[in-house]
């Protein structure tokens, strides 16, 4: 998948949450994966506005 930018305000893209998946412990859940990838890029705590998106991205690179 392309590279793009998720979270505008933190300047989180794609490959971003992917390596933080990647390196982290294996996740069960998406809202853990979710709080993790927050935690390491501080994604959804600007605005908020990109929540959704990073779920979708966590969830879509989970399903790989």
């Given amino acids: 998948m ?11 893209s794609y490959a971003d949450v992917e390596n933080v998946l990647h390196n982290s412990t294996s996740f069960s859940d998406v809202e853990k ?7 390491q890029t501080h994604c959804s705590t600007g ?6 998106k990073i779920i979708d991205a966590i969830s879509e690179i989970m399903s790989k």
């Fill in 2 to 12: 392309e590279n793009y930018k998720i979270c505008n305000c933190k300047n989180v």
């Fill in 47 to 52: 605005c908020g506005g990109c929540h959704d």
């Fill in 33 to 39: 994966a979710f709080d993790e990838v927050q935690l």
